[in-house]
């Protein structure tokens, strides 16, 4: 006999009440944990207080931020600690459709334990009864990926409290309090991983608050290689950063024995990626690009997807942006990235369908394209400094990420990065740009590449800047022979390359080379391109600073005056070359004693510039500086000291407070007071400076020198012996140092020091505005 048997289940009477007439009876509550190690969030804290403490029966409060920021430990902090008043307090795992109704089944069987024979929808629908029916509960929602998932459910219990967690930021409604959480404050994560590591005892706990930092004090992160470190007898808070340096994969896995899988930072995060990519996958082509800029301040420009469309691009940011794995700025037009985030979302691995090596690769070449796309085309354009501002700390992040420069158009950003550094002042950290971009072309395109000659001859420019022509020499010097071996010796370039390795011999002091260099260079030039070509009146303008560097003005105010008249022929009286070949025959002449031939050229550069170049131009500022410093020299104090001013406030104001041209004012402005008597103000503007020129240039720098010596001079001139000769040896003992006993700044600095001893009147070298080099 055989046949079709259908199951019955049959329910004790006690367990058909309806929801409705069922009582929550104490020890109800499910709490999956109560955080042991808990800092910090009082504000947090206090405004799910007071969001509770709102009147009105129905309430839903969301906690929301980056995966690993904090949000279920704060949740379960609150919950547990807080005198809300909620009875039962039910925990939710609310990150799908079938976790909310899993925790609705849990409810409804702890309430009523004899319907767990029922199955699981009809569980949930007796749990959505019961909070419909009842007032007075509490349940959190935990990890909400999507607000629809629990819609149903906030919309049929209006009489409870609901707390929601979740890394979405938007979607939520107008009735829902947000509460978003950040990362801890310095203090606080010291104050977690501390209390980890130390549970047990004492422990070594040096390089604690380095490595909160480099974690971004991210809770998460925090705990994680807390519990790595607790475990690990051997290791510490130094050794655990050395470990995330140098195997930065693995230690994103690694945590404490007793720690979940599903609780490390590479799983959180992958867990959204994986909804992201669901969702987008542009999204996460555009987080793997923006982890290679600098975390903060992302200009907007640079989010660019290389595949993507506008409006993909814009889906993008805004999905990253739900997800709180970016932070945009509209009012700032930037972004943020959590340091962490950008980490991990550049660190290969391959396990992860979001970082292949490849993947990532194709990330930073599309960051390095958007930085080209977005550089100035100019380095010395006050109007473009802005935008090179906000572009250096990430040009710096991305150039630095990598070991070697893997492609040219990285080693082209370097180069200009360096010429802005360099135009800045900021001689260090330009040699250091350019000095990647020479070995990177080298690398990759050998030694007689055109662009290489351009490189190593920034770079030795750079060095002539930082007050070290002994290592620009060289570098011109094998310029200079490739380029007649490569191109020729007429070639423009060529020429070029010889004009500028005799500034730089005549930077070093040696003026006699500088002179035959120059001379050569005018002759080729006359004969391979006739007089009247730029690049030979650019030559007789370089002889004759030579010249005037070589104690020789009046043979210098010869060939300026012969240029002079050309460029006026030639190029019109307004052209950038007329206007600084007036400048320097003005100098000419000041420097033979003549302030009253200077003064006129110099107030009719000053003129000319503001007409042409505007009244802010850098060229035009030069010039106003160069007029005072020719009415001081013409015994006009009062005139001088108003003009350098004037111009001291425009310079910080257009330049910066550290850009060099700031500091030459300064300077000027100084000796002007100390000119005028005003030995106060003078010795603060010039101890002012001096500080300013150590910390950009560096101790021993020429301008650093300068600055020295003159500080000295006012010291000596108002009875403080003693301490000028103090800095008068630290020059001598600088230039020795540096440049060698038979320099020309060493000899100065011999005979400045000398002179003190002899306690006669100082004049040393003052810092004046030179005039121009040009190619």
Same mark, same amino acid.
């Given at each position: 006999?055989?046949?079709?048997?259908?199951?019955?289940?049959?329910?004790?009477?006690?367990?058909?009440?309806?929801?409705?007439?069922?009582?929550?009876?104490?020890?109800?509550?499910?709490?999956?944990?109560?955080?042991?190690?808990?800092?910090?969030?009082?504000?947090?804290?206090?405004?799910?207080?007071?969001?509770?403490?709102?009147?009105?029966?129905?309430?839903?409060?969301?906690?929301?931020?980056?995966?690993?920021?904090?949000?279920?430990?704060?949740?379960?902090?609150?919950?547990?600690?807080?005198?809300?008043?909620?009875?039962?307090?039910?925990?939710?795992?609310?990150?799908?459709?079938?976790?909310?109704?899993?925790?609705?089944?849990?409810?409804?069987?702890?309430?009523?334990?004899?319907?767990?024979?029922? +199955?699981?929808?009809?569980?949930?629908?007796?749990?959505?009864?019961?909070?419909?029916?009842?007032?007075?509960?509490?349940?959190?929602?935990?990890?909400?990926?999507? +607000?629809?998932?629990?819609?149903?459910?906030?919309?049929?219990?209006?009489?409870?409290?609901?707390?929601?967690?979740?890394?979405?930021?938007?979607?939520?409604?107008?009735?829902?309090?947000?509460?978003?959480?950040?990362?801890?404050?310095?203090?606080?994560?010291?104050?977690?991983?501390?209390?980890?590591?130390?549970?047990?005892?004492?422990?070594?706990?040096?390089?604690?608050?380095?490595?909160?930092?480099?974690?971004?004090?991210?809770?998460?992160?925090?705990?994680?290689?807390?519990?790595?470190?607790?475990?690990?007898?051997?290791?510490?808070?130094?050794?655990?950063?050395?470990?995330?340096?140098?195997?930065?994969?693995?230690?994103?896995?690694?945590?404490?024995?007793?720690?979940?899988?599903?609780?490390?930072?590479?799983?959180?995060?992958?867990?959204?990626?994986?909804?992201?990519?669901?969702?987008?996958?542009?999204?996460?082509?555009?987080?793997?690009?923006?982890?290679?800029?600098?975390?903060?301040?992302? +200009?907007?420009?640079?989010?660019?997807?290389?595949?993507?469309?506008?409006?993909?691009?814009?889906?993008?940011?805004?999905?990253?942006?739900?997800?709180?794995?970016?932070?945009?700025?509209?009012?700032?037009?930037?972004?943020?990235?959590?340091?962490?985030?950008?980490?991990?979302?550049?660190?290969?691995?391959?396990?992860?369908?979001?970082?292949?090596?490849?993947?990532?690769?194709?990330?930073?070449?599309?960051?390095?394209?958007?930085?080209?796309?977005?550089?100035?085309?100019?380095?010395?354009?006050?109007?473009?400094?802005?935008?090179?501002?906000?572009?250096?700390?990430?040009?710096?992040?991305?150039?630095?990420?990598?070991?070697?420069?893997?492609?040219?158009?990285?080693?082209?950003?370097?180069?200009?990065?360096?010429?802005?550094?360099?135009?800045?002042?900021?001689?260090?950290?330009?040699?250091?740009?350019?000095?990647?971009?020479?070995?990177?072309?080298?690398?990759?395109?050998?030694?007689?590449?055109?662009?290489?000659?351009?490189?190593?001859?920034?770079?030795?420019?750079?060095?002539?800047?930082?007050?070290?022509?002994?290592?620009?020499?060289?570098?011109?010097?094998?310029?200079?022979?490739?380029?007649?071996?490569?191109?020729?010796?007429?070639?423009?370039?060529?020429?070029?390359?010889?004009?500028?390795?005799?500034?730089?011999?005549?930077?070093?002091?040696?003026?006699?080379?500088?002179?035959?260099?120059?001379?050569?260079?005018?002759?080729?030039?006359?004969?391979?391109?006739?007089?009247?070509?730029?690049?030979?009146?650019?030559?007789?303008?370089?002889?004759?600073?030579?010249?005037?560097?070589?104690?020789?003005?009046?043979?210098?105010?010869?060939?300026?005056?012969?240029?002079?008249?050309?460029?006026?022929?030639?190029?019109?009286?307004?052209?950038?070359?007329?206007?600084?070949?007036?400048?320097?025959?003005?100098?000419?002449?000041?420097?033979?004693?003549? +302030?009253?031939?200077?003064?006129?050229?110099?107030?009719?550069?000053?003129?000319?510039?503001?007409?042409?170049?505007?009244?802010?131009?850098?060229?035009?500022?030069?010039?106003?500086?160069?007029?005072?410093?020719?009415?001081?020299?013409?015994?006009?104090?009062?005139?001088?000291?108003?003009?350098?001013?004037?111009?001291?406030?425009?310079?910080?104001?257009?330049?910066?407070?550290?850009?060099?041209?700031?500091?030459?004012?300064?300077?000027?402005?100084?000796?002007?007071?100390?000119?005028?008597?005003?030995?106060?103000?003078?010795?603060?503007?010039?101890?002012?400076?001096?500080?300013?020129?150590?910390?950009?240039?560096?101790?021993?720098?020429?301008?650093?020198?300068?600055?020295?010596?003159?500080?000295?001079?006012?010291?000596?001139?108002?009875?403080?012996?003693?301490?000028?000769?103090?800095?008068?040896?630290?020059?001598?003992?600088?230039?020795?140092?540096?440049?060698?006993?038979?320099?020309?700044?060493?000899?100065?600095?011999?005979?400045?020091?000398?002179?003190?001893?002899?306690?006669?009147?100082?004049?040393?070298?003052?810092?004046?505005?030179?005039?121009?080099?040009?190619?």
């Amino acid at each position: 006999m055989s046949g079709i048997y259908n199951a019955r289940t049959e329910l004790p009477a006690d367990a058909l009440r309806p929801a409705s007439e069922v009582d929550a009876r104490d020890g109800l509550n499910d709490l999956p944990w109560r955080p042991d190690h808990f800092v910090g969030r009082d504000g947090e804290l206090d405004r799910l207080d007071a969001a509770l403490a709102q009147p009105g029966v129905a309430l839903v409060q969301a906690v929301h931020g980056l995966g690993g920021i904090g949000k279920s430990t704060l949740a379960a902090h609150w919950a547990e600690t807080h005198e809300h008043g909620r009875r039962p307090v039910r925990w939710f795992t609310a990150d799908s459709p079938a976790g909310v109704q899993q925790g609705l089944a849990d409810l409804a069987v702890a309430l009523q334990p004899a319907l767990k024979v029922l +199955p699981v929808d009809a569980l949930a629908e007796w749990g959505v009864q019961w909070l419909a029916s009842h007032t007075g509960w509490l349940v959190v929602l935990d990890n909400v990926n999507d +607000p629809a998932h629990i819609a149903p459910l906030l919309s049929r219990a209006p009489g409870g409290r609901f707390l929601i967690t979740s890394r979405l930021g938007d979607g939520w409604g107008g009735n829902v309090a947000l509460v978003r959480l950040d990362v801890l404050a310095p203090d606080e994560s010291l104050d977690l991983i501390s209390s980890i590591i130390t549970r047990k005892g004492p422990r070594d706990l040096d390089g604690a608050a380095e490595l909160c930092e480099e974690l971004g004090h991210l809770p998460l992160a925090v705990e994680q290689a807390g519990a790595y470190i607790a475990q690990t007898p051997f290791t510490t808070p130094r050794t655990y950063l050395q470990l995330l340096t140098e195997h930065p994969a693995e230690m994103y896995e690694q945590a404490g024995a007793t720690t979940p899988d599903e609780r490390t930072v590479a799983r959180v995060w992958t867990i959204t990626l994986d909804h992201i990519a669901s969702r987008q996958p542009l999204a996460v082509d555009l987080l793997r690009i923006l982890a290679w800029y600098a975390p903060e301040a992302i +200009p907007a420009s640079l989010a660019n997807l290389p595949e993507g469309t506008p409006v993909q691009t814009n889906q993008a940011l805004g999905l990253l942006t739900a997800y709180s794995m970016v932070t945009p700025d509209p009012a700032t037009g930037t972004i943020a990235v959590h340091r962490l985030v950008q980490a991990l979302a550049r660190t290969p691995d391959p396990t992860s369908p979001h970082r292949s090596a490849d993947l990532i690769e194709r990330g930073r070449a599309s960051a390095t394209a958007n930085i080209n796309t977005a550089l100035p085309q100019e380095w010395d354009d006050p109007t473009t400094w802005s935008l090179w501002r906000a572009l250096i700390p990430h040009i710096e992040a991305l150039t630095q990420r990598t070991d070697e420069c893997p492609d040219l158009t990285t080693a082209r950003i370097l180069n200009q990065t360096g010429l802005y550094l360099k135009d800045q002042g900021l001689t260090t950290r330009a040699i250091s740009a350019l000095r990647r971009a020479q070995v990177s072309h080298e690398r990759i395109s050998g030694d007689d590449a055109p662009g290489i000659f351009t490189i190593r001859n920034n770079l030795a420019s750079a060095y002539l800047d930082a007050g070290d022509p002994t290592r620009a020499i060289p570098l011109h010097q094998q310029n200079l022979e490739d380029r007649i071996r490569v191109l020729g010796p007429d070639h423009q370039n060529t020429l070029t390359t010889r004009n500028n390795l005799a500034n730089a011999y005549q930077a070093a002091g040696d003026t006699t080379q500088a002179i035959a260099l120059h001379r050569q260079n005018l002759e080729d030039r006359i004969r391979v391109l006739g007089p009247d070509h730029p690049h030979t009146l650019s030559s007789r303008n370089n002889l004759a600073n030579a010249y005037q560097a070589a104690g020789e003005p009046a043979r210098a105010a010869t060939l300026h005056q012969q240029n002079l008249e050309d460029c006026n022929r030639v190029l019109g009286p307004d052209h950038a070359y007329t206007l600084s070949t007036r400048n320097n025959l003005a100098n000419a002449y000041l420097d033979a004693g003549d +302030p009253t031939r200077a003064i006129p050229l110099f107030e009719q550069a000053q003129k000319d510039c503001t007409r042409i170049l505007g009244p802010d131009h850098p060229q035009t500022l030069a010039a106003r500086n160069n007029l005072a410093a020719a009415r001081r020299g013409a015994d006009d104090s009062t005139r001088a000291i108003s003009l350098l001013e004037q111009t001291l406030d425009d310079c910080r104001r257009v330049l910066g407070l550290d850009h060099p041209q700031t500091l030459v004012t300064r300077n000027n402005l100084a000796n002007a007071y100390g000119g005028a008597d005003d030995v106060t103000r003078a010795l603060h503007l010039l101890e002012q400076n001096l500080r300013e020129f150590v910390r950009i240039v560096g101790p021993d720098h020429p301008d650093t020198l300068t600055a020295r010596n003159n500080l000295a001079l006012v010291h000596r001139a108002v009875g403080n012996l003693e301490y000028a000769i103090t800095l008068l040896l630290q020059n001598v003992t600088f230039c020795r140092e540096r440049f060698g006993t038979d320099h020309s700044l060493t000899t100065r600095a011999e005979h400045a020091y000398a002179l003190a001893w002899q306690k006669r009147a100082v004049s040393g070298p003052k810092l004046e505005l030179g005039r121009a080099s040009r190619d």
